[in-house]
Every structure is written in C-alpha cells, then in structure tokens.
C-alpha cells in the first residue's frame, strides 16, 4: 500500500481526504442520533399505546444502550483485524434494516428486541469511525476535525426530536422509524464509496523520540494514567446527556407544562447551541496545544447548567441553562476528550481503544435512562437524576484537576 503523510496530502488538495472523511462521518453522526432521538420524541405516544410504566419506558433505552455498549470493544476488534471500513459499512446497513422493522413493532416486547438489534448494528460504528480520523486528521486539525464530526450527534438530535415530533403529530410514531431508516442505507453508499479500504493495523504513526528509555517509559506511563482519567471523565460527562437526551422532553412535558408541540425544539436548542461551541473549544485548544483547561471549564459550567434545568422556575432562565449545557456539556466536551485520546494513544489497535473509550463512555447511557424512569415512578418527579448528573459531572471535574496531566510529546501522524 502506497503511504503519503498528511502533510503532503493536504497541500495536493484544497478538499483533502481527512476533510471528506470528516463530512462523511458528520452525516453518519447526523442520523445515528437522529434514529435514537425519534423514540425520544414518540415515548409519550409509545407509553400511551402499550400502557407503560416510567421504567418500561426507560428500558427501551437502556436496552438499546446496552447492546451498544456491549458490541463496542468487539466490533473495534474485529475493525483492527478485517478493516475499518467493512465494519462502518456492515453495522450501518444492519442497524437501518432494523429501524425501519422497528415501526412494525406490534408488542412492547418486539420493540425491546428491535432496539437491541438497532443498538448492536450502531455500537459498529463509534470506534472504527474515530480510529479512521485520528489516523487521517493532522495533529493541528485534530479538535476542529473531531468537533465537524461530532457537531453531527447536535444536529441529529434536533433533527430527530423535531422531526420525529412532527412526523408522530402527523403520521404516528411508526413512521419515524420508517421513514428515519431510508438515509441510514444511503450513508452506507457514501462509506462505500468514499473511505479508502484499510486495516488500522497498516497505518503507523512515527514514535515518539526520548533521549533514553526511563524518558520513555515515565511518558508511556502518563500517556496511560491519562487515558484512564479520560475514561473516568467520559463517564461522568455521558451520563447527564444521556439522561437529558432520553427525559429532557417528557420533563419539560409533564413537570414544567411545555405543550407537546413545544418539547421537541426546547429540548433541541441543547443539540444546537453545542454546535459553535464545540467547533470554537476545539479551535482553541488545537491553537493553544492544551486540552486540560478546556476539561476543567467545561465540566464546571456543565454542573452549573444541570443544575440550573431543576432550581431555576423561570421560563427564560430554564432556556439559558439548557443552552448553556449545550455549549458546554457532553457534545461541547467530546471533541476535546477524543482529541486527548488520540494524543495519548499508542500506534497500535486504535479501533480497540476508541471502542472502549466510547463503551465506558455510553455505559453510563444504560444507567441514566432507567435510573430517571425509577425515580419518576417512585418520587414522580426526573430532578432527583438531575442532580445525580449534576453531582458526577462535578466527580469528572475534579478527575480533570488532579489526574490529568498534559501531554508534552507532539507526534506527527501519517496516513495511508
């Protein structure tokens, strides 16, 4: 296989490979998040129709996170081993032929299965998806490349609670899931026919270079002790959004008497206000070669608005907090934290350590959903799990302060 670096590649082209892989996987993100978000915006016509309790309807989530989760780490695997993009490829035509049988669910039981098989088809995609980029992205371009990716989970969500809002008001929520699985099979073409058919294994990035090998070794170490705090803060930081993705309508429903109507934007404008404020804290980050003091910033202000979405009655106030979270919460966070992965990461099996960055990460989305419908049932009301967000995403702060530590080394990274 012919290699070329990065660098050489992006001054042949003004819309370089890194770039279209970056546009690509944004779309995929777009309906990934999109399909998740329709049963967000359906779950009180879903509840109503197979007679639900909070939990059932937590579990429709929890289930779908767990085979996400579970299918993570191998799927990376099998990526190392047979090729990334077969992998993108296979997952993303499976989890759509199942979004769309999804809408011909006629029990609460088939419709816990099709979204099992929908998680499994999606947990395919997250690891191979970043090993490509941090393989293809440009050190410099590595924040603002993660942040065009990522700013595709913020308009998926929109996507899905309004259009999924308004296809349910109109047709009913079974056709959201019928008419959502038609782009998923169109986004496999693109992977097809876009992605350079590769193994993560062909592609290395130079070593670093120490002076000696204590040098070394006291670098690998941190490099370690610096992917462990990621994780623990990738946890932290999931939970909350998962939470407010998965209750953040049904709450502004029934606690805050939104109209129905309503919901679906009030609870987009979360996805749409981290869209500049990803792209801005990954442009900043990558200018000023830090990640840390963006963790730390980020995480704080994420408390705050969590916090804000519970203690502050007035309407306009509740609006700020969310987009405050928006800016700063998990998609705002994200690109940030996969930037630090990559610059952290060894050379090898990059598919196998995104896949378990991403699975610790959604581990907390199997949690959040059915944790909120077992305290609605029993208190009748989402904030007690608003405050449990609030409470570890200050745990993933305090991570961030005292465990981390910046990477000094500044490894190039090559494509192929």
């Known amino acids: 296989m012919e290699k070329t670096t990065i660098s050489a590649e992006t001054k042949k082209s003004k819309f370089p490979y890194w770039l279209q892989l970056a546009l690509i996987f944004f779309l995929g993100w777009v309906f990934m998040y999109a399909t998740r978000n329709i049963l967000s915006a359906s779950m009180v016509e879903i509840g109503d129709e197979f007679k639900l309790t909070g939990v059932q309807l937590g579990l429709l989530n929890t289930l779908f996170y767990l085979a996400y989760t579970l299918s993570q780490i191998p799927s990376g695997i099998i990526a190392d081993k047979i090729g990334l993009k077969v992998v993108l490829v296979f997952g993303f035509v499976f989890y759509g032929i199942f979004t769309g049988l999804t809408g011909i669910a006629a029990s609460f039981t088939i419709l816990l299965i099709m979204r099992i098989l929908v998680g499994i088809g999606q947990g395919t995609y997250y690891g191979p998806q970043y090993a490509l980029s941090s393989l293809n992205v440009p050190k410099k371009n590595r924040g603002v490349g993660n942040a065009i990716i990522n700013s595709g989970m913020a308009f998926g969500t929109s996507l899905g609670l309004i259009g999924g809002g308004f296809i349910t008001s109109k047709l009913g929520w079974r056709y959201n899931f019928y008419i959502f699985a038609i782009p998923v099979f169109l986004i496999a073409l693109l992977f097809q026919f876009v992605i350079r058919k590769n193994k993560a294994s062909e592609q290395e990035r130079p070593a670093d270079h120490f002076e000696n090998a204590e040098e070394a070794h006291a670098e690998h170490k941190g ?72 963790m730390i910033g980020l995480l704080f202000f994420a408390v705050i608005s969590t916090l804000g979405a519970v203690l502050l009655e007035n309407f306009p106030l509740l609006i700020v907090s969310l987009i405050l979270y928006g800016l700063t919460g998990k998609l705002g966070l994200e690109p940030i934290l996969v930037s630090a992965i990559a610059d952290n990461a060894p050379s090898t099996n990059p598919g196998t350590l995104f896949s378990t960055f991403n699975s610790i990460g959604v581990s907390a989305s199997i949690l959040a959903p059915i944790i909120g419908g077992f ?26 302060l005292f465990i981390y530590r910046e990477k000094k080394s500044d490894a190039q990274v090559s494509v192929a």
Not at 376 to 396: E, I, M, N, P, R
């Open 223 to 294: 490099d370690r002790r610096n992917i462990i705090a990621i994780f623990i803060i990738v946890f932290c930081s999931f939970f909350g959004f998962f939470f407010i993705q998965s209750w953040l309508p049904y709450y502004l429903q029934v606690e805050r008497g939104i109209a129905p109507e309503n919901t679906g934007f009030v609870s987009s404008l979360v996805a749409w206000s981290s869209i500049p404020g990803a792209l801005l804290w990954a442009h900043l980050s990558d200018r000023l070669k830090t990640r840390k003091p963006f």
């Open 375 to 400: 305290l609605q049932d029993k208190t009748h009301s989402l904030q007690g799990t608003f405050y449990l967000a609030a409470g570890l995403a200050f745990v993933g702060l305090l991570v961030a």
